[in-house]
Nanobody, 121 residues
Framework: QVQLVESGGGLVQAGGSLRLSCAAS????????MGWYRQAPGKQRELVAA???????NYADSVKGRFTISRDNAKNTVFLQMNSLKPDDTAAYYC???????????????WGQGTLVTVSS
């Protein structure tokens, strides 16, 4: 069974920075794509950034130039460095892992429990 555990959320003033981490546990052989999504109150969950095993990245337009996604394949961990934070970035941030090969089989998608990011003005 694969589990994702996020950390690093919190309260920060506008213009500040936070770094989110997400570690996948289980007997994992490989994870194709890891990413971060967010959901603000009253809004749909949206993609923030994603990164493939080979290092290709994809960002939401709203975070380009401010957020950086990276991963450590050996540790099955993904990071999101968030700089120049704005109040509009306030949301619950969810880690996602897609197409996961494990000893017990293949998993299409797994979600973390979410971590709250609050940016004050």
């Amino acid at each position: 069974q694969v589990q994702l555990v996020e950390s690093g959320g919190g309260l920060v003033q506008a213009g500040g920075s936070l770094r989110l981490s997400c570690a996948a546990s289980g007997t994992i052989f490989s994870i194709n794509t890891m990413g971060w999504y967010r959901q603000a109150p009253g809004k749909q969950r949206e993609l923030v950034a994603a990164i493939t095993r080979g290092g290709s990245t994809n960002y939401a337009d709203s975070v380009k130039g401010r957020f950086t996604i990276s991963r450590d394949n050996a540790k099955n961990t993904v990071f999101l460095q968030m700089n120049s934070l704005k109040p509009d970035d306030t949301a619950a941030y969810y880690c996602n892992a897609a197409r996961i090969a494990t000893r017990d089989g293949f998993h299409l998608e797994v979600w973390g429990q979410g971590t709250l990011v609050t940016v004050s003005s």
